[in-house]
């Protein structure tokens, strides 16, 4: 079962087929290309047998030295600008698992590329590093199919094609392969929306419970100390980092679907100790194992989306998962009002058990990472039927080239040289290691300390309590906040398509620490108590746009992929911990320091500032130019053989393994021969006729079990 969303604009289907059906794929035993699509003619864009370059010709071509003609010169981006001359690539290719070599598609290319190239990670924010990637793929291979294209007229009418017509062909092919990439992002088979429900409820209970506690504080146990109840609030920011810790060993050893069964029992057990809690301290046992399943999830969804989900569709799922977050929070504010009484508090907790009980019966149907899968066993059956049905492939050929895209995308972000797994003890030296690496660390974790220290979780803990004697209804003021945390989490998602990452949080700390200082001179009376409403409603929307999403979105943009999942651990377990600091310590802080409670919080923001001038570099997107650079490389190395390789340019190789060591061998077989025939010990298959007639009786008699003829 799949559901297909609509694509771009419509286009001449013949000649958009044309970049899916190139290559000698797509002739082989029937074998159609990822899309089952109409065959076309080859020569109809100038690719041919699967080429991702140019196929020499006998006329002369100034293309040779890519170089010679002002028409290839005129090119802004032209393959001129990437290949280096002498050394243009004749075939494009992919070494399969059992060490058979097939042509690449330059659609199976470019998704290839996009594995390689985009985490296997789904966060929020990502999708426009997803689309820089394959508008810069589908700028690359338009530049080559210019090329040849110019080479098939010179041929023919010994006449260049001129810069108009290279410029008009060039965008044609280009706008044609990217509709034919995001294809991926509208394309939604039956167990990717099953794992993206049982992941994005597990996410809605996680926002759920970090704001179910705020408006129980005067209904649950009446005559609880302020410590007992911070400490019950706290607590879920205790359990956090263990489960986050506990995910990073667990997944990796005994798979992403088990985990997301711990997670789904985790708050079951936590729910039912909370509904049927007879004391504070029961509720402060729950909170831990809630806490615990929450950091667990925090760890496990965004990785267990990444490798189920292709590449174009990571951000979007990343974005989802967060949306269920706010939603979690903003419900448990509705919900409050007709249960937050002393009678009848106990089923706000119950929603931890109906939403688990829901998740154990969709749990049947939830599939394993084939990623995972591949890791243990790169001939597993289970992953290649986990494939089949989670991207609605057929054919062994298909899935066989979809195999071959996690195994290489999983050797390239591999830390110790070991696609298999990689331990995130490993990943984490491999980044402390290196100077740049560890200062685009530090800047991380900086980031991650300031979003909980800024205090935004003690307005989803405790604005119930901030509220009273400002407003005149605390439940309804914690309400309407939850709306606008929804509403500018939206926003954000609109702002980020189109602004630097350091312009967002600069306005994001200043507009947060414009409202605390608000919020103090409302405290004070300087300024009407019924204005506070408005600035923690600000105060909430500045984080949204900017130190709530970027501190995990910039994970993915400024480090490679095979540092990301290590980087974002690493932030993960901080950023409880920071949690739990400001969980326990607001209630004593509006105790001792009254209207000034916010105080700390704008030191927080005013040192987040400065920092940000002073040392964040920007990760918004990479330019067209170096994104295109990354790809010439990865295929240079990787997916290309050269007509002139050498041996030599082999030990710098990052691609496929497979790949490489069959270049190997093959270059060692090479120089054994040419060794052989400087010393004139080499066999050219030339034997006397009847020396070869005992030969091959001797060796038919050594196969039945007889002695060979002496």
Request: proline fraction near 4%; charged fraction near 15%.
């Amino acid at each position: 079962m799949e559901q297909q969303g609509g694509g771009g604009a419509p286009c001449n289907n013949e000649e958009r087929r044309r970049l899916i059906n190139s290559g000698n794929m797509s002739n082989q035993d029937g074998y159609n290309a990822s899309h089952p699509v109409p065959h076309l003619q080859q020569q109809q864009m100038g690719y041919q047998s699967g080429a991702m370059a140019v196929q020499p010709t006998q006329n002369p071509s100034p293309y040779q030295n890519l170089t010679q003609t002002n028409a290839h010169k005129s090119q802004p981006y032209g393959i001129s600008n990437m290949i280096p001359s002498g050394e243009m690539l004749t075939k494009s290719y992919s070494v399969s698992a059992d060490g058979s070599m097939s042509y690449l598609t330059p659609l199976q290319l470019g998704r290839h590329e996009l594995y390689e190239m985009v985490p296997f990670t789904a966060v929020f924010g990502l999708q426009e590093k997803e689309r820089n990637i394959t508008k810069a793929f589908a700028n690359y291979a338009a530049d080559l199919d210019g090329i040849e294209a110019d080479q098939l007229a010179y041929s023919q009418t010994n006449r260049h094609l001129t810069a108009a017509e290279l410029n008009s062909r060039k965008s044609h092919a280009s706008l044609l392969l990217i509709e034919e990439l995001e294809l991926d992002a509208v394309l939604i088979t039956t167990p990717l929306i099953v794992a993206l429900f049982m992941a994005g409820m597990s996410q809605f209970l996680v926002g759920y419970n970090i704001g179910v506690m705020n408006s129980m504080v005067s209904v649950v146990f009446e005559g609880h100390t302020t410590l007992d109840w911070s400490l019950a609030v706290a607590m879920f920011a205790v359990g956090g980092p263990f489960g986050a810790v506990a995910a990073g060993t667990i997944v990796d050893s005994r798979g992403r679907r088990r985990g997301m069964a711990i997670v789904t029992y985790m708050f079951l057990l936590g729910g039912l100790i909370q509904t049927f809690a007879p004391n504070m301290l029961c509720i402060t046992v729950s909170r831990f194992l809630i806490g615990f399943a929450s950091g667990f999830s925090s760890v496990l969804v965004p990785i267990y989306l990444g490798e189920l989900a292709p590449p174009t569709l990571r951000g979007t799922l990343g974005t989802l998962t967060q949306f269920c977050l706010v939603i979690g929070i903003f419900v448990s504010d509705l919900l409050a009002y007709p249960f937050a009484t002393e009678h009848s508090w106990r089923i706000l907790f119950a929603v931890n058990v109906l939403a688990s009980i829901v998740q154990l019966l969709c749990f049947p149907f939830l599939i394993e990472s084939p990623r995972w899968l591949l890791s243990r066993d790169r001939g597993s059956h289970q992953a290649r039927h986990v494939i089949s049905k989670l991207r609605g492939l057929q054919h062994e050929r298909e899935i066989e080239l979809e195999v071959n895209h996690f195994i290489s995308a999983s050797h390239a972000q591999a830390c110790d040289g070991n696609d298999d797994h990689t331990s995130s003890g490993v990943a984490f030296v491999a980044m402390l290691r290196d100077k740049q690496i560890r200062s685009l660390l530090i800047c991380s974790l900086v980031l991650q300390m300031a979003q909980q220290l800024s205090g935004i979780n003690a307005v989803f803990y405790y604005s119930t309590m901030f509220f009273e004697g400002l407003i005149q209804s605390p439940l309804l003021g914690t309400t309407i906040v939850g709306g606008v945390n929804v509403v500018a989490t939206y926003v954000a998602l609109l702002l980020m398509e189109n602004s630097n990452r350091r312009t967002l949080i600069l306005w994001s700390a200043g507009g947060m620490l414009v409202s605390s200082i608000a919020l103090v001179l409302c405290l004070l009376g300087f300024i009407t108590k019924m204005a506070s409403l408005f600035f923690v409603m600000t105060y909430v929307t500045f984080f949204e746009i900017g130190l709530g999403p970027i501190p995990w979105l910039i994970v993915a943009e400024m480090f490679d992929a095979k540092y990301v999942a290590t980087a974002m651990s690493v932030s993960s377990q901080l950023n409880w911990a920071c949690n739990f600091i400001v969980g326990l310590v607001f209630p004593y802080l509006q105790d001792y320091l009254g209207a000034f409670s916010f105080v700390p919080f704008s030191l927080v923001l005013l040192m987040t500032i400065i920092f940000v001038i002073l040392w964040l570099p920007e990760t918004k997107g990479t330019t067209p130019a170096e994104l295109r650079a990354d790809i010439v490389q990865s295929i240079s190395t990787m997916l290309a053989v050269s007509d002139d390789s050498t041996a030599e340019n082999h030990s710098s190789s990052v691609g496929n393994p497979i790949d490489i060591e069959w270049r190997r061998a093959m270059d060692d077989l090479r120089e054994q021969e040419e060794e052989d025939m400087k010393r004139g010990t080499y066999n050219y298959g030339f034997q006397p006729i009847e020396q070869s007639r005992v030969a091959a009786e001797n060796d038919w008699r050594t196969l039945v079990g007889g002695e060979p003829d002496m």
